[in-house]
T-cell receptor, first 109, second 113 residues
Framework: GQNIDQPTEMTATEGAIVQINCTYQ??????LFWYQQHAGEAPTFLSY??LDGLEEKGRFSSFLSRSKGYSYLLLKELQMKDSASYLC??????????WGAGTKLIIKP | SAVISQKPSRDICQRGTSLTIQCQVD?????MFWYRQQPGQSLTLIAT?????????ESGFVIDKFPISRPNLTFSTLTVSNMSPEDSSIYLC??????????FGQGTRLTVV
């Protein structure tokens, strides 16, 4: 079956670093996406990985290991506005996104 | 990068009525996807809309309840029919056009009273 696992909730301190992990199992693989979603809003695209390795984009980085079916999103220099849900999604061979349930990130001062 | 315009952004509807949500993409895309996100939950795919053929529905969703139109490669509609309070949700359309980014419309926040 197809499955995406990520932690339900994480808490971190403003200014710190947090890593949100995601493991996936999908029928075929066409990439791994990370989205940020603030309450009541549509998800916004953060990153896309299709090759192994780390992709850095400002304060956010995303890592992929295809052999392990594993990805993480790394957020540095956390700001209060980073409090949101972070959704991991794997694209299968039919170009459909299989979504995780999301990780609610709580930032404390 | 594709831009998706979705409307309405929100609506409050009476039970038993129907609401049609529209998505317009600024470029041609092969597939469009309709999602529902109920409060506190992740996205659930309702159906995949391909131009020129009937939409493909996921388990638990049927055409009579969620009819979809896809008249061309830049436009799609989703109708939520005979609404009940359980249909209160955010509805999102998405484009996966073989580019690396999946884009979403702004979402429609539906409240059924």
């Amino acid at each position: 079956g197809q499955n995406i696992d990520q932690p339900t909730e994480m808490t971190a301190t403003e200014g710190a670093i947090v890593q949100i992990n995601c493991t996936y199992q999908t029928s075929g693989f066409n990439g791994l996406f990370w989205y940020q979603q603030h309450a009541g809003e549509a998800p916004t695209f953060l990153s896309y990985n299709v090759l192994d390795g780390l992709e850095e984009k400002g304060r956010f980085s995303s890592f992929l290991s295809r052999s392990k079916g594993y990805s993480y999103l790394l957020l540095k220099e956390l700001q209060m506005k980073d409090s949101a849900s972070y959704l991991c999604a794997s694209m299968d061979s039919n170009y459909q996104l299989i979504w995780g349930a999301g990780t609610k990130l709580i930032i404390k001062p | 990068s594709a831009v998706i315009s979705q409307k309405p952004s929100r609506d409050i509807c009476q039970r038993g009525t129907s609401l049609t949500i529209q998505c317009q993409v600024d470029s041609q895309v092969t597939m469009m996807f309709w999602y529902r996100q109920q409060p506190g939950q992740s996205l659930t795919l309702i159906a995949t809309a391909n131009q020129g053929s009937e939409a493909t529905y996921e388990s638990g969703f049927v055409i009579d309840k969620f009819p979809i139109s896809r008249p061309n490669l830049t436009f799609s509609t989703l109708t939520v029919s005979n609404m009940s309070p359980e249909d209160s949700s955010i509805y999102l359309c998405s484009d996966v056009s073989l580019s690396e980014e999946a884009f979403f419309g702004q979402g429609t926040r539906l409240t059924v009273v």
